[in-house]
């Protein structure tokens, strides 16, 4: 079974950074394009960014230049690297692991920016 296991979540200042981190129990991590989502109350969930089998990255005009998506497959980890953070960035962020047919979310760990 896949199992996406995330950490790195908590409280920060505007302003501040965090790293937050997807480590997949997955036989082959390499062959997954990985994601990650955030979500707020009231609102739909959102492509944050994703990288790619080969480490093609992508990023949501909301994020881009402050966030950078990266991946370990010796480590079956994958991680969201967030700057220069602001109060809207406060989410519910999600690790997804996608296949072509088939994918895979994380639990979801919560990121507040507040001061």
């Known amino acids: 079974q896949v199992q996406l296991v995330e950490s790195g979540g908590g409280l920060v200042q505007p302003g501040g950074s965090l790293r937050l981190s997807c480590t997949a129990s997955?036989?082959?991590?390499?062959?997954?394009?990985m994601d990650w989502y955030r979500q707020t109350p009231g609102k739909q969930r959102e492509l944050v960014a994703n990288?790619?089998?080969?480490?093609?990255?992508h990023y949501a005009d909301s994020v881009k230049g402050r966030f950078t998506i990266s991946r370990d497959n010796a480590k079956k980890t994958a991680y969201l690297e967030m700057n220069s953070l602001k109060a809207e960035d406060t989410a519910v962020y999600f690790c997804?692991?996608?296949?072509?047919?088939?994918?895979?979310w994380g639990q979801g760990t919560l990121v507040t920016v507040s001061s």
């Open positions: 997804h692991a996608a296949l072509p047919q088939v994918g895979y």
């Open positions: 997955v036989r082959i991590f390499s062959i997954y394009v």
């Open positions: 990288i790619t089998r080969g480490g093609d990255t």
